[in-house]
């Protein structure tokens, strides 16, 4: 069964490093997104993306971050320079072309663990 | 907006017992309602939805939900739950865009 991976499991970082966070969608889908839950915390929206640009994104989604398909399989997510807040758990998700548009399901990678020292 | 509360941060049950996960939501808009699962050390699995229809809906592992609209609430149940229904559970809303709004999530465990 197709599904959405993610790496690196976990990586911990440096205040102020610069962190790239890699996902790779369900091959024939369309839409992807990213999704953060920091610890004890709501999973929270941070953006989405479609036919290779933003379609909606987060007031969390400053300048920090960035989002990037940079070929046909892999979907990134950048930190340009972390911060203490920006531990958390990263969700990437996928789901397929179609109508209603509405309603597509997402499938969720399981996750990369951030942690910022 | 929409916003998604779930009061009960974990929930411990033993083996055969029933079980509810109580999931309230608000929204100005009509909503797509979506309990998801996840098992340690992995993603997020959607576990059943309600889009329109009738208000009860069923997973494949004996979950159900109910949607009620004058109570703006979508819980979850099992009348009798295994070990391996073990995980955290997200309810989610989805309004007029893509974005899911979830939950924070509730933990159960199933104790033999």
């Known amino acids: 069964e197709p599904e959405v991976t993610q790496t690196p499991s976990h990586q911990v970082t440096q205040m102020g490093q610069e962190v790239i966070l890699r996902c790779v969608p369900i091959s024939n889908h369309l839409y992807f997104y990213w999704y953060r839950q920091i610890l004890g915390q709501k999973v929270e929206f941070l953006v989405s993306?479609?036919?290779?640009?933003?379609?909606?994104k987060s007031e969390i989604f400053d300048d920090q971050f960035s989002v990037e398909r940079p070929d046909g399989s892999n979907f990134t997510l950048k930190i340009r320079s972390t911060k203490l807040e920006d531990s958390a758990m990263y969700f990437c998700?996928?789901?397929?072309?179609?109508?209603?548009?509405?309603?597509?399901?997402?499938?969720f990678g399981p996750g990369t663990r951030l942690t910022v020292l | 907006a929409q916003s998604v509360t779930q009061l009960d941060s974990q929930v411990p049950v033993f083996e055969e017992a029933p079980v509810e996960l109580r999931c309230n939501y608000s929204?100005?808009?009509?909503?797509?309602l979506f309990w998801y699962v996840q098992y340690p050390n992995q993603g997020l699995q959607l576990l059943l939805k309600?889009?329109?229809?009738?208000?009860l809906v069923e997973s494949i592992n004996g979950f159900e939900a109910e949607f009620n609209k004058s109570q703006t609430s979508f819980h979850l149940r099992k009348p009798s739950v295994h070990i391996s229904d073990t995980a955290e559970y997200f309810c989610a809303v989805k309004g007029d865009t893509d974005k899911l709004i979830f939950g924070t999530g509730t933990r159960l465990q199933v104790f033999p």
């Open positions: 998700a996928s789901s397929p072309s179609g109508t209603p548009r509405t309603y597509n399901e997402q499938f």
């Open positions: 309600y889009l329109s229809g009738s208000t």
């Open positions: 993306f479609y036919n290779n640009e933003i379609s909606e």
């Open positions: 929204s100005s808009v009509s909503v797509y």
